[in-house]
């Protein structure tokens, strides 16, 4: 696949800052009057839209990983963190960047996202599955295995948007219940791993924290100071080198996406390298 630039990077970034919401972009020209159903929720309180019985395509979408939380970090909200607009946007930029069908609501003007429990047998029909705030998550014992085999039979995790030492000690521990780490150690992600250079070169990933934190602090991104102050990208890897579980550790990649028009100076520093990893990461999930 043809590698691109800065070329890109400026339309993407011309794109999050334009004044068309991202929404109205994917299905041309401007949506239709409706009631949002996720907007009509509070922040944090945002209903689970689980998948239905039957599937209304085989395209690609994006599943949300629903957990419980057994600790609390500041600023989070769970499971619920970054849903449901971090997938929603970041699928509208797939779709306008690369040549992927994704699955789409017609009569909501949007992409179909999902809600996935552990224990739901249709976890085995997400192609790429997301969570935050995982320094929140606790794995209960029933679950680790449903999670193991959707990973080892090719389904790929991204955890993202958790800070400091003891949210990714938490983690750590919790992930150790699906993949021991003497069977399936963490290992960091290099700039040279394919993954960062699927679409997109990159040579790092940036730092980006949530936007209301960079308006109040003056443009820092560290959410817990010296704790929080280096970005780690790490990953869990099958025995033929596969990423299965992606970890973007200090840093809310997420909130690049979910926040897109929410401050024009946060989305034009922020937007254009966080989509350019995202669409790389699907991009790798599909094909590797």
Known sequence: MARHNALVMLAAAAMAASGTYATAQLGGGAPKAQTDLFKTDPEGFTRARFPPAEWPDRDFTICRLQYASVRSERDGSGWKTDYPYSEINLLIRFAQLTKTSISYDEEQKRPNTWVVKLTDAKLYD???????????????????????????????????????????????????????????????????????????????????????????????????????????????????????????????????????????????????????????????????
């Open 126 to 288: 997400c192609p790429f599955l997301i969570a935050s705030d995982v320094g929140t998550i606790g794995i209960k014992d029933v679950e680790a295995p449903s999670l193991r085999e959707y990973l080892l039979k090719g389904g790929f995790l991204w955890v993202d948007d958790f800070w400091g030492t003891e949210a990714w000690t938490q983690w750590e521990q919790e992930i150790s219940k699906v993949f021991p780490p003497e069977a399936y150690p963490i290992e960091d992600v290099s700039a040279a791993d394919p993954l960062m250079r699927e679409m997109f070169d990159l040579e790092k990933v940036p730092q980006i924290t949530n936007v209301t934190f960079w308006l109040k602090n003056n443009g820092k991104t560290s959410e817990r100071e010296e704790d929080s102050a280096q970005v780690h990208v790490r990953a869990i890897r099958d025995h033929h080198r596969r990423i299965m579980v992606l970890m973007t550790h200090n840093t809310d990649v997420g909130d690049s996406f979910e926040r897109e028009r929410e401050d024009s100076d946060y989305s034009r520093l922020f937007s254009p390298p966080g989509y350019a990893l995202g669409i790389n990461v699907l991009l790798y999930a599909m094909t590797q």
